[in-house]
């Protein structure tokens, strides 16, 4: 009855109702407790299909309600709507603006890993070959671009670098891919 929502003060069985619960309390405590065990793993089930079968990044219905894994992960690429490299990504190349005292600073590295805080959200980048300059030492516009390494940029020495997502104003990410070079052999 309870099940049903009958079990107002003036319904027919409702004494019936709560001597049920007052005479079975272990059968209602395990009834309860099967049925929290039972949702979690379907849950944990639903997640492991969901991945092995790759159905997120196929279907938009499937996927999980955390965009940055998917990006810093690389895994946007193979979203099926996203035109593009249907390999693996490699790496990804952060670039982002942090603001320090009274200047702001452009930090590059290759995203190790990321952690996310108690809510989900994104709270640290862990970054490796991490540069940085300073954003007013940007080149000008009449200069041409090319992929030369920029002297602009000095290495911060470490291994890795920890840089705390609320002290990043923007994001630019480039996804790695490499690839095999086959070499011909002469006979």
Excluded: C
């Amino acid at each position: 009855m309870l099940l049903l929502g009958s079990y107002g003060y003036n319904e027919a069985h409702f004494e019936t109702t709560v001597a049920e619960f007052t005479h079975y309390p272990y059968q209602v405590f395990w009834y309860f407790l099967s049925l929290y065990i039972f949702a979690v793993l379907l849950g944990y089930l639903s997640h492991y299909l969901v991945r092995k079968f790759k159905l997120d990044l196929k279907y938009r219905f499937f996927r999980f309600n955390n965009e940055w894994y998917y990006l810093l992960s690389g895994e946007t690429m193979k979203f099926g709507e996203v035109d593009g490299n249907d390999g693996d990504v490699d790496g990804v190349y952060l670039t982002t603006v942090v603001h320090h005292s009274n200047e702001d600073y452009l930090y590059r590295g290759i995203v190790a890993d990321f952690f996310f805080d108690k809510s989900g959200n994104l709270d640290r980048l862990l970054l490796r070959n991490v540069l940085r300059r300073s954003l007013s030492n940007d080149r000008n516009s009449d200069e041409p671009f090319n992929n030369l390494p920029d002297e602009r940029y000095y290495d911060i020495k470490g291994d890795y670098f920890l840089l705390r997502y609320s002290e990043i104003s923007t994001i630019n990410l480039d996804y790695i891919f490499l690839t095999k070079e086959i070499e011909d052999k002469a006979l």
